[in-house]
Nanobody
């Protein structure tokens, strides 16, 4: 099965940066679209960014566009989310997910990590 483990979360001040990592197990990592989602306290889970199986295409939520960069290293079975210019509104648990289709809808993703907490202070 595919297992995903996020890391890199923490507490930062507004304007700071973090890089999240998602380590995947299994030999089929390169065949999946990889996405990042987040869930803030009292809010529904929302899409953040995704990257196609070979890394040629990326797509971002408006809230992430211009600030976040998603990338993947298939040789290392790892996907990253570099987050710059962080704002308090970015505070959330960030989840890595793997899916079969190029889509920002969470229903398209069948494998999920347990999340990593990102807290941005004002």
């Amino acid at each position: 099965q595919v297992q995903l483990v996020e890391s890199g979360g923490g507490l930062v001040q507004a304007g700071g940066s973090l890089r999240l990592s998602c380590a995947a197990s299994g030999r089929t990592f390169s065949s999946y679209t990889m996405g990042w989602f987040r869930q803030a306290p009292g809010k529904e889970r929302e899409f953040v960014a995704l990257i196609s199986w070979r890394g040629a295409r990326t797509y971002y939520a408006d809230s992430a566009k211009g600030r976040f960069i998603i990338s993947r290293d298939n040789a290392k079975n790892t996907v990253y989310l570099r987050m710059n210019s962080l704002e308090p509104e970015d505070t959330a648990v960030y989840y890595c997910a793997a899916g079969s289709n190029y889509s920002p809808q969470e229903a398209e993703y069948g494998y999920w990590g347990h999340g990593t907490q990102v807290t941005v202070s004002s």
